[in-house]
């Protein structure tokens, strides 16, 4: 046979835009670190990311006024419809506003937030005079945009196949960028080691279910499989096995229980720019995954899993409301918090109605701008010793910085789900989905998982207002323009979701529609 | 030779894989242990290949193949780094992230 047998595919490269635009910011960072000086790096870096995300935006709003039809391009493997464009849109500005927080450098003394060499030994002499000198391991930009273009490609693969390599390309930068803290490096290489660990054990049982899955429906492409499930006569069992393999490596990305355990750890031990990448955008794309296999593929046998599922929600805001409350570190805590926030969303996933879609949609996008948001200010709140994290030590901010401390108590309030801020509208779409659903119960459940979540999150308020300052307690650094860039963006949607959300709601129903 | 006896070796070596990554104690083991579980399912896809009469599988056992060696990359990087810092490559020595 001659080469010119094989039919060439046909790819529509126009829809593929967001994603070339980021993967091609990610490898003309990788020439970045071979070619420009080391102390001109950073500024370059800084200018390609942000004009790939940028890009990357663009492309997304022109997809979206071209392309009103909903279509599979790429040989059906990628989708190109109105959750596919959501998400997108929303982890490019997700990507905007981490990518400031991984630029900033003003907090430190001597530089930034990541490590100067990550191969040199902590506690070596090396080590020592590296981290009094300014350099930092630059290469966390390319790592963070090749992460990105992972996050954009996993909810909008329609082939298992390109799900399992988007879900890797997503995966594989954060497990190194997790290990690159400046400070308490022990702590960073551990979170590193156990994100790993538990990232390719849990991908290796995603895998075994796309295989399981290829042996019931004799192809990896979500539209064949639900065709396949409509059919009598296949082989249940291996569509059983598939969904729950393929759902254990889903559930454990977006960390619900009982694949939680990951979370507080690497949450806490990443540098803090890198947990506030990983808890918005892998949590966003990984529910765009989840929701796409399930509402895309899985459909059909509805009824064989939304029981199993109805239980993970309800662990989920179990564990994460109720450990959460024990938590004496701000990571750790906002670690709890959003695995109890996977639960909520989960509610809108078990609804498995548009306004369910579209509930869930809306949902991750206010969450991961006020989780990203409360991370980025956590970075500010430093002593000696580089973040203080310990709660104890937040004790009476408000008094010191006003103005730092009612932004995050705002984030809180997001977080609980007062009125007036993005996180009330975004449970009210999930559980009134769930109900119009008739999962009143899980409903039940998850209001009074909100109630104990929300006692946690006045708590904070209340120490960081109504009580007196401990005499050494840290010092609010001042950042430059990057950070407040990125909070300010957060603060805005926060607010903004929470007093006029009609527009956004209009645009997430009308993008609630897969393509199969 | 039933191709379904192939499919029962490649469980087999999965959850031998599955319970090499919960007991043992070295995250070198632990990792090859993951490379096992990849590997099987490997089997798995060229076995449903061979049933189902496609050339899907197959292919897909490529890629499972790249990517295992790109996590190969990232993995010994993050294990060796962690080695030279505590000595130690064993998973119960890391232990300061908790509760």
Known sequence: ?516 | MTPAYYLFLSAILFTIGVLGFLLRRNAIVVFMCVELMLNSVNLSLVTFARMNGTLDGQIMAFFVMVVAAAEVVVGLAIIVSIFRTRRSASVDDANLLKY
């Open chain 1, 1 to 516: 046979m001659t080469p010119t047998d094989i039919p060439a595919p046909s790819i529509a490269y126009g829809p593929l835009w967001p994603m070339i635009a980021v993967f091609l910011a990610a490898a003309i960072g990788v020439l970045v670190e071979a070619f420009v000086p080391a102390r001109r790096r950073r500024p370059v870096h800084l200018v390609v990311a942000l004009a790939g995300l940028t890009g990357g935006l663009v492309a997304v709003a022109l997809v979206a006024r071209n392309h009103h039809h909903p279509t599979l391009i790429a040989e059906r493997a990628v989708a190109v419809d109105g959750p596919t464009l959501f998400i997108q849109g929303t982890l490019l500005l997700l990507g905007i506003a981490a990518v400031l927080l991984l630029g900033e450098r003003s907090l430190d003394s001597t530089g930034g937030t990541f490590v100067a060499a990550a191969a040199v030994v902590p506690g070596s002499r090396g080590e020592r005079q590296l981290t009094a000198s300014s350099t930092m391991q630059t290469e966390v930009f390319p790592l963070a945009m090749f992460a990105l273009g992972g996050m954009l490609l996993f909810p909008a693969s329609n082939n298992l196949l390109l799900m399992f390599v988007a879900l890797e390309i997503l995966s594989l930068p954060l497990y190194l960028l997790a290990g690159l803290a400046r400070r308490r490096r022990l702590l960073s290489q551990e979170a590193a080691v156990k994100y790993f660990l538990l990232g390719a054990f849990s991908s290796a049982f995603f895998l075994y279910g796309i295989a399981m899955l290829y042996g019931y429906a004799g192809s990896v492409d979500l539209g064949a499989i639900f065709t396949a499930t409509g059919t009598v006569g296949s082989n249940d069992t291996l569509l059983y096995l598939g969904i729950a393999l393929l759902s254990v490596g889903l559930l454990f990305k977006i960390g619900a229980a009982p694949f939680q355990n990951w979370t507080p750890d690497v949450y806490q031990g990443s540098p803090t720019p890198v947990t506030a990448l990983m808890a918005s955008g892998t949590k966003v794309a990984a529910f765009g995954a989840l929701l796409r296999v399930f509402y895309v593929a899985f459909g059909p046998v509805r009824w064989d899993w939304r029981p199993l599922m109805w239980g993970v929600a309800i662990l989920t805001m179990g564990v994460g409301a109720v450990l959460a409350i024990t938590q004496t570190d701000v990571k750790r805590m906002l670690a709890y918090s959003s695995i109890a926030h996977a639960g909520f969303i989960l509610t809108g996933v078990v609804a498995l109605n548009r306004s369910g879609l579209s509930g869930s949609l809306f949902y991750l996008l206010a969450y991961g701008f006020s989780t990203l948001g409360a991370f980025a200010i956590v970075t500010l709140v430093r002593d000696a010793d580089g973040e203080a994290t310990h709660l104890s030590q937040w004790r009476g901010l408000g008094r010191r910085s006003p103005a730092l401390a009612g932004i995050f108590a705002l984030f809180l309030l997001a977080f609980a789900g007062i009125p007036l801020t993005s996180g009330f509208t975004s449970k009210f779409a999930v559980f009134s989905a769930a109900i119009s659903s008739g999962a009143t119960g899980l409903v039940v459940v998850g209001l009074i998982a909100s109630a104990v979540a929300a006692f946690f999150y006045v708590r904070v308020i209340v120490l960081m207002f109504f009580e007196a300052p401990a005499p050494d307690g840290p010092t609010i650094a001042v950042p430059s323009v990057l950070t407040y860039g990125a909070i300010a963006l957060a603060f805005a949607v926060t607010v903004v979701l929470g007093v006029i959300p009609g527009p956004l709601f209009t645009l997430a129903d009308k993008a609630a529609l897969f393509v199969r």
